[in-house]
């Protein structure tokens, strides 16, 4: 996986806060041969829709979270990748996984 940043991220010199202005969602993001992939894998009826329509609605998610003023950060996701982390963890491809996959990840996959 590699990290996109959609909207600049600025570094934090000083003791750990935690304000909506520090928050960065990362989202995950696949490509056309990826997301056939995660399908071929997953029972998730969300990983079953064709791809044109996942990525419209991505955008969609993408753009109503900058309108409300956070910040993301696209996670280029292999789709393989992805599923041996579910085995590992013994847990179902799903987009509940999914979503626990790209917050354990380190910040330089």
Wanted: charged fraction near 20%; include cysteine.
């Amino acid at each position: 996986m590699t990290r996109k940043p959609t909207s600049p991220v600025p570094g934090n010199d000083g003791p750990a806060s935690s304000t909506l202005d520090d928050l960065v969602v990362r989202v995950p993001w696949f490509s056309r041969s990826q997301w056939l992939v995660l399908g071929q894998h997953s029972g998730d009826p969300r990983f079953h829709m064709p791809y044109g329509q996942w990525r419209r609605e991505a955008k969609s998610s993408l753009a109503s979270i900058h309108r409300a003023g956070i910040r993301t950060c696209k996670v280029d996701v292999d789709a393989a990748s992805f599923v041996r982390w579910c085995c590992t963890m013994d847990e179902p491809v799903t987009s509940a996984a999914l979503a626990r996959y790209i917050t354990a990840c380190p910040d330089d996959f």
